[in-house]
């Protein structure tokens, strides 16, 4: 796991950041979609692993436009809160 460090932060037991936040950027379309490597990046993890749970019925919701699978930040949002159902 890489962080973003900026200045002084404090460390827990595991000598890893308490309060540290990895900044990354995402291009968002102007209706809130993001392609599925954006979706991935945004939440920290591979756009496969975001493939497997499509495939598996699992994850944030997705839309497919094109041939393409969007992510809406807004149901990225709320599966980081977990209020979407798995």
Same mark, same amino acid.
């Given at each position: %796991?890489?962080?973003?460090?900026?200045?002084?932060c404090? %460390?827990?037991?595991?000598? /890893? &950041?308490?309060?540290?936040v990895? /900044?990354? =950027?995402?291009?968002?379309? &102007?209706?809130?979609? %993001?392609?599925? *490597? #954006?979706?991935?990046?945004? @939440? !920290?993890?591979? &756009?496969?692993?975001?493939?497997?749970w =499509? @495939? #598996?019925?699992?994850? &944030?919701?997705?839309?497919?436009?094109? !041939?393409?699978?969007?992510?809406? *930040?807004?149901? @990225? #949002?709320?599966?980081?809160? !977990? $209020?979407?159902? $798995?």
């Amino acid at each position: %796991m890489r962080y973003t460090l900026r200045g002084k932060c404090k %460390m827990n037991r595991k000598n /890893h &950041p308490i309060d540290a936040v990895e /900044h990354v =950027q995402v291009r968002i379309l &102007p209706d809130g979609r %993001m392609t599925r *490597q #954006d979706a991935a990046r945004y @939440l !920290g993890m591979k &756009p496969k692993t975001l493939a497997m749970w =499509q @495939l #598996d019925s699992k994850g &944030p919701r997705s839309v497919r436009v094109g !041939g393409r699978r969007f992510y809406f *930040q807004a149901e @990225l #949002d709320a599966f980081i809160r !977990g $209020e979407t159902a $798995e």
